[in-house]
């Protein structure tokens, strides 16, 4: 064999920070180490695989046609390393959740994995849906499940299981008690909600069309819980997914609104990477959230 699986290393962590220096320190090796192991994988088969712009490393299509074709490799060899050492314990799994499915559902979720699978190492990342998708796409995550509608070329979405918005005030909001609210009093409403490039967002979005270029939307936040906070000390009105109101509902904090004529359905989605391995924790992940 030509090649060694750290050569492989160093290239695909090259292509994930751009920089050699940065790679090196990612694998515990010092620069020239990586600047060798790279250049000699490069020599050997006579290639080059990034193009060289000052200090910073830019994969080429050669490079980017061989990515996911190494980070296969490296996880079948990582996998094969994994089963000769524990039997058939998935290893290391790196995820990627969106806030309201990563702070209500998710650690329920590798809770249940870790009862199956003690061994298992798991990392989990909350960030939105934009974030979460190109760090899926940059391979730095193994899966992501999103709240948002995606297309991606690179990535495979797939239907996971139903959710939707609800919008909510505080109990002593003059329209609490409202049967149903009209346009005329959400436009008559400051809204605080999910920042742009969330799922949230997107599905509040596309639930006020027609109203949108209207609405007061006085405060966007990043957090489910600063806009629950916000919306009890008064600051307006919120819509988020059920599942992060289920508890403030229980206890009469926060009261939610009806407005039946307008749609904040949605559907949560798992996303892959279209050309990534999928080793046996993975699907075992998979499976797992099929069945939940």
């Known amino acids: 064999m030509r090649y060694t ?47 060289r712009v000052g200090k910073r490393l830019r994969t080429n299509e050669l490079g980017q046609s061989l990515r996911p074709r190494a980070e296969a490799l490296l996880e079948q060899a990582q996998e094969f390393e994994q089963t000769i050492a524990d039997g058939s314990a998935p290893g290391h799994l790196k995820l990627g959740a969106t806030l309201s499915i990563g ?6 979720m590798i809770a249940a994995f870790k009862q199956q ?27 992501g499940l999103i709240e948002g509608e995606l297309r991606h070329p690179d ?11 609800v919008a909510f005030a505080a109990p002593g909001h003059p329209l ?8 005329e009093q959400l436009l008559s409403l400051p809204w605080v909600v999910r920042e742009q490039g969330s799922g949230t967002r997107q599905t509040f979005d596309r639930a006020m069309h027609g109203l949108l270029s209207d609405l007061d939307i006085s405060l966007e936040l ?10 009890e000390a008064g600051l307006g009105v919120g819509c988020l997914s059920i599942i992060c109101m289920q508890e403030a509902f229980a206890r009469g904090s926060l009261v939610p609104l009806n407005i039946p004529h307008r ?12 050309q990534k391995y999928r080793g046996s924790g993975l699907q075992q992940w998979l499976a797992l959230c099929q069945d939940w």
């Open 222 to 231: 990043q957090h489910t819980e600063a806009i629950k906070r916000a919306v």
């Open 117 to 143: 699978f003690p061994e298992a190492e798991i990392e989990l990342n909350v960030a939105n849906t934009e974030t979460i998708a190109r760090q899926v796409a940059n391979y730095e995550l193994d899966t």
């Open 176 to 183: 609490a008690s409202s049967s149903a609210l009209s346009d």
């Open 5 to 51: 699986l750290r050569q492989l290393e160093v290239f695909l962590a090259t292509a994930h920070y751009q920089n050699v220096t940065r790679a090196a320190n990612s694998l515990a090796m010092s620069q020239s180490a990586a600047s060798g192991a790279l250049r000699e994988l490069e020599q050997q088969f006579g290639v080059q695989l990034f193009d």
């Open 263 to 274: 749609d904040f359905s949605r559907r949560f989605s798992i996303i892959l990477h279209r």
């Open 155 to 165: 990535l495979e979405v797939l239907p996971w299981r139903a959710d939707k918005l």
């Open 103 to 108: 702070n209500y559902l998710a650690v329920g």
